[in-house]
């Protein structure tokens, strides 16, 4: 069973929901990206608690107020 994915297009802002067989769809000429929401941080990025071992890439750090 195919599963619904949400598109933006990164020009104009324009949403767009598709099952996820059909083929990724165009906007303002371009091709729309997936719009999924940031992972959640486990550990916080900064000198204290920094690795040189982790992936300090974009996350959600509960500070946007959407649950």
């Keep these: 069973m ?3 994915v949400n598109y933006i ?3 104009c802002g324009k949403k767009q929901a598709l099952s996820s067989d059909e ?3 165009q906007c303002c000429d371009m091709p729309m990206i997936p ?3 940031l992972p ?3 550990m ?3 000198a ?3 690795r ?3 992936d300090n890439g974009p996350c959600d750090d509960g500070r946007g107020g959407v649950v």
């Design 48 to 50: 204290e608690h920094s």
């Design 23 to 25: 083929k990724t769809p």
């Design 44 to 46: 916080s990025a900064t």
């Design 9 to 11: 297009c990164t020009k």
């Design 40 to 42: 959640v941080c486990e």
């Design 35 to 37: 719009d999924e929401p």
């Design 2 to 4: 195919p599963k619904t």
């Design 52 to 54: 040189m071992d982790e």
